[in-house]
């Protein structure tokens, strides 16, 4: 479990694909890098993912071909940055929202504004995952808990403090950039649940 609050920026080191199966090395920031175990879930770009080997600040990660296939992970290259949070531990503050680190597809900028204290990115989301992306909601875009804005039919804006550029990979993004989403699961759960009784409703 993830609550979307980006602890710090790694960076990849070295990569190894196999047959449907990427290794790949990220130097963890110093305040992260204690007590980590071989087994245990860290979130890469919002992506759970498990360590297979810890020594020196450095972590592995085996990715597998579904995973690379479904986000942005399968084009990272050697020196790319990732968001990275540790998993939660129980009593911790959850300052965003409950993340599972299970990423629910790929989105596009198609648009960034900046001034000195805000910037606007436009997300362009496949129609059939729009109708999860609610005004004042929440969503996880490469990790980070975010409050939705604007919506229309097949995009959404979302606006970034100074604090969060500082901390995460977003102040990098370019339009035409990929980034990883994660719905809300209890919206969807609340959206699917309504669909299911309507629908049931109307076929009676």
Same mark, same amino acid.
């Given at each position: 479990?993830?609550?979307?609050?980006?602890?710090?920026?790694?960076?990849?080191? =070295?990569? +190894?694909?196999?047959?449907?199966?990427?290794?790949?090395?990220?130097?963890?920031? $110093?305040? %992260? *890098?204690?007590?980590?175990? !071989?087994?245990? *879930?860290?979130?890469? @770009?919002?992506?759970? /993912?498990?360590?297979?080997?810890?020594? @020196?600040? /450095? #972590? +592995?990660?085996? !990715?597998?071909? $579904?995973?690379?296939? %479904?986000?942005? &992970?399968?084009?990272?290259?050697?020196?790319?940055?990732?968001?990275?949070?540790?998993?939660?531990?129980?009593?911790?503050? #959850?300052?965003?929202?409950?993340?599972?680190?299970?990423? +629910?597809?790929?989105?596009?900028?198609? @648009?960034?504004?900046?001034?000195?204290?805000?910037?606007?990115?436009?997300?362009?989301?496949? =129609?059939?995952?729009?109708?999860?992306?609610?005004?004042?909601?929440?969503?996880?875009?490469?990790?980070?808990? &975010?409050? !939705?804005?604007?919506? $229309? *039919?097949?995009?959404?804006?979302?606006?970034?403090?100074?604090?969060? %550029? *500082?901390?995460?990979?977003?102040? =990098?993004?370019?339009?035409?950039?990929?980034?990883? !989403? =994660?719905?809300?699961?209890?919206?969807?759960?609340?959206?699917?649940? #309504?669909?299911?009784?309507?629908?049931?409703?109307?076929?009676?």
């Amino acid at each position: 479990m993830f609550t979307g609050i980006v602890q710090g920026v790694g960076q990849i080191t =070295e990569i +190894s694909d196999h047959d449907k199966l990427r290794t790949y090395k990220v130097r963890l920031p $110093e305040q %992260l *890098s204690h007590n980590i175990q !071989i087994g245990a *879930s860290i979130a890469n @770009d919002g992506c759970c /993912l498990t360590v297979t080997f810890v020594k @020196d600040g /450095l #972590v +592995s990660f085996d !990715i597998m071909q $579904e995973t690379l296939a %479904l986000t942005t &992970l399968g084009s990272k290259k050697v020196g790319d940055k990732v968001n990275i949070e540790r998993s939660a531990k129980f009593g911790d503050e #959850v300052g965003g929202h409950i993340m599972s680190g299970h990423i +629910s597809t790929t989105a596009t900028i198609t @648009d960034i504004q900046k001034t000195a204290t805000n910037c606007m990115m436009q997300i362009t989301l496949p =129609e059939s995952l729009m109708k999860y992306v609610l005004y004042k909601g929440f969503i996880g875009i490469d990790g980070a808990s &975010l409050t !939705i804005g604007n919506v $229309e *039919s097949n995009h959404f804006e979302i606006h970034l403090i100074p604090e969060t %550029l *500082s901390i995460t990979t977003l102040d =990098e993004k370019r339009v035409g950039n990929k980034v990883n !989403i =994660e719905i809300d699961p209890q919206t969807k759960a609340i959206v699917d649940t #309504v669909e299911r009784v309507v629908g049931s409703s109307l076929n009676r």
